[in-house]
């Protein structure tokens, strides 16, 4: 049997040991999931909203010409990619603002997370409309555009909208991006619940909210919804890493003199969610029409592919080509990793439709491991790299893993302390130990803090 001073030593070299093997103060750790935090699956905002600006609607860059294809589709060769796929079958659901449908975005109704009215089927931003069709819009003899999947089926869920406040909410004209909009992590929860369990096979959630790693916030819920979508319901999910400005400040790059953290998880700053959930979810970074990475894609550990994200063209309300958003001073270019993530969703729903036997994991091994590799193999802009629609297609590759492993949330065991020894130094020993005890953890804390 362990004496007072022997079990005080072990439990100093315990405390010691864990000390010393943590990670720096400030550093995160890839997230956990707590499966039993899974929401329920109910559509309709977290509390009742209101319309207070009026709908926004894309427009065209001056000269503009259309008659000749995207440079997305040329880039990715999505003519040749159609050859083998193109989505027939394959239900991609949209997560976004709503979708305004058209005969060559025919989208359906999937449920309304903005007005309890909805059903998903209003779009006041644009912003899902043009995700859709990128996704799987149909092509017309009068211009050259056509979506990566042009025969899935899009299930439309508006799950935010700037347009739409909670009632009551905040309103600032002088600055916008201060104003509370419709939609939060919690309701992209239940959209992300309610799609799995209205069959989709492709999730794609164009959306990323941003958060300092010093000011965490709960997100159990969402992380329990992703796993169910994928690991239960069998559907693909595809993030948009998103895009710098307001909270979503850039990431420094890993630290070379780290070598057992090769992806930077002890340099992040900024956490991006739901793009952090990878490997569960697939997380989409932004290139150029030059195949570098767009200057305002956000980069982290988390990031797996990459694909066109810049100038983009897509298709508005009526279902013609448009290039540009109304801004401030006039037009401004359509782009953000948003629209990279609806071409990486296509490809998913390509690769579903002519490997129907792929799990989740498989599918997004294949994206990854077919992808156009960066000097290094892997960087946190464009992960594996930008994806190659053809080789994904066509390439003979291994499979993989049929499921995608997680870090469970767990509560810490409680420490073991054996019965106290009754003998008559019992007490000095504990004294003595217990100052040692913690004039030992002042001097870690402070050795600690130092290395902030």
């Given at each position: 049997m362990l004496n007072a001073v022997q079990r005080v030593g072990v439990i100093l070299l315990a405390l010691l040991l864990a000390l010393l093997s943590a990670p720096p103060v400030g550093a995160i750790e890839p997230p956990s999931i707590d499966p039993a935090a899974l929401p329920?699956?109910?559509?309709?905002?977290?509390?009742?909203?209101?319309?207070?600006?009026?709908?926004?609607?894309?427009?065209?860059?001056?000269?503009?010409?259309?008659?000749?294809?995207?440079?997305?589709?040329?880039?990715?060769?999505?003519?040749?990619?159609?050859?083998?796929?193109?989505?027939a079958g394959v239900t991609v659901a949209v997560i976004d603002t709503g979708v305004n449908g058209s005969p060559r975005v025919p989208a359906e109704p999937g449920g309304d997370f903005v007005d309890q009215a909805g059903n998903g089927m209003s779009d006041c931003d644009s912003h899902g409309t043009l995700t859709a069709s990128i996704i799987a819009g149909r092509g017309s003899p009068t211009d050259g555009f056509i979506g990566v999947a042009p025969d899935a089926r899009i299930l439309s869920l508006r799950q935010?909208?700037?347009?739409?406040?909670?009632?009551?909410?905040?309103?600032?004209?002088?600055?916008?991006?201060?104003?509370?909009t419709a939609?939060?992590?919690?309701?992209?929860?239940?959209?992300?619940?309610?799609?799995?369990?209205?069959?989709?096979?492709?999730?794609?959630?164009?959306?990323?909210?941003?958060?300092?790693?010093?000011?965490?916030?709960?997100?159990?819920?969402l992380g329990a919804a992703v796993n169910y979508a994928?690991?239960?319901?069998?559907?693909?999910?595809?993030?948009?890493?998103?895009?710098?400005?307001?909270?979503?400040?850039?990431?420094?790059?890993?630290?070379?003199?780290?070598?057992?953290?090769?992806?930077?998880?002890?340099?992040?700053?900024?956490?991006v969610s739901p793009a952090w959930y990878s490997p569960l979810v697939l997380t989409v970074g932004s290139i150029?029409?030059?195949?570098?990475?767009?200057?305002?894609?956000?980069?982290?550990?988390?990031?797996?592919?990459?694909?066109?994200g810049a100038n983009i063209t897509a298709l508005g309300y009526d279902g013609q080509p448009v290039n540009a958003l109304q801004g401030q001073?006039?037009?401004?270019?359509?782009?953000?990793?948003?629209?990279?993530?609806?071409?990486?969703?296509?490809?998913a729903a390509l690769l579903k439709q002519r490997f129907p036997e792929l799990t989740p994991a498989q599918i997004m091994n294949r994206i990854t491991a077919?992808?156009?590799?960066?000097?290094?193999?892997?960087?946190?802009?464009?992960?594996?790299?930008?994806?190659?629609?053809?080789?994904?297609?066509?390439?003979?590759?291994?499979?993989?893993?049929?499921?995608?492993?997680?870090?469970?949330?767990?509560?810490?065991?409680?420490?073991?302390?054996?019965?106290?020894?009754r003998g008559p130094i019992t007490w000095?020993?504990?004294?003595?130990?217990?100052?040692?005890?913690?004039?030992?953890?002042?001097a870690l804390t402070r050795r600690a803090l130092r290395r902030r």
């Open positions: 329920p699956d109910q559509t309709g905002p977290d509390s009742p909203t209101e319309q207070r600006r009026v709908c926004s609607a894309p427009t065209v860059l001056p000269n503009s010409n259309f008659a000749d294809k995207p440079w997305p589709n040329d880039y990715l060769q999505l003519a040749e990619a159609q050859k083998f796929a193109t989505g935010t909208s700037e347009a739409f406040q909670p009632v009551g909410a905040r309103q600032d004209p002088n600055d916008p991006n201060t104003t509370q939609g939060s992590l919690r309701s992209l929860a239940r959209a992300v619940v309610h799609a799995a369990n209205l069959g989709a096979q492709v999730i794609n959630i164009s959306e990323a909210a941003c958060y300092k790693i010093t000011r965490p916030i709960d997100e159990t819920g994928v690991n239960v319901k069998n559907a693909v999910v595809v993030v948009a890493a998103g895009n710098t400005g307001q909270d979503c400040s850039q990431n420094p790059p890993p630290d070379p003199a780290v070598p057992t953290d090769p992806r930077g998880w002890q340099q992040v700053q900024t956490v150029n029409d030059n195949g570098q990475p767009s200057n305002f894609s956000m980069s982290g550990p988390w990031v797996g592919a990459a694909a066109p001073d006039g037009p401004i270019p359509i782009g953000g990793t948003s629209f990279s993530a609806a071409y990486v969703s296509g490809l077919t992808a156009r590799h960066p000097g290094g193999g892997v960087d946190n802009y464009v992960g594996a790299g930008v994806i190659d629609p053809v080789a994904a297609l066509t390439w003979e590759v291994p499979e993989g893993p049929t499921a995608i492993p997680y870090r469970v949330k767990q509560l810490p065991p409680p420490v073991h302390v054996p019965p106290p020894d000095v020993v504990v004294i003595g130990a217990g100052l040692t005890l913690v004039l030992g953890i002042a």
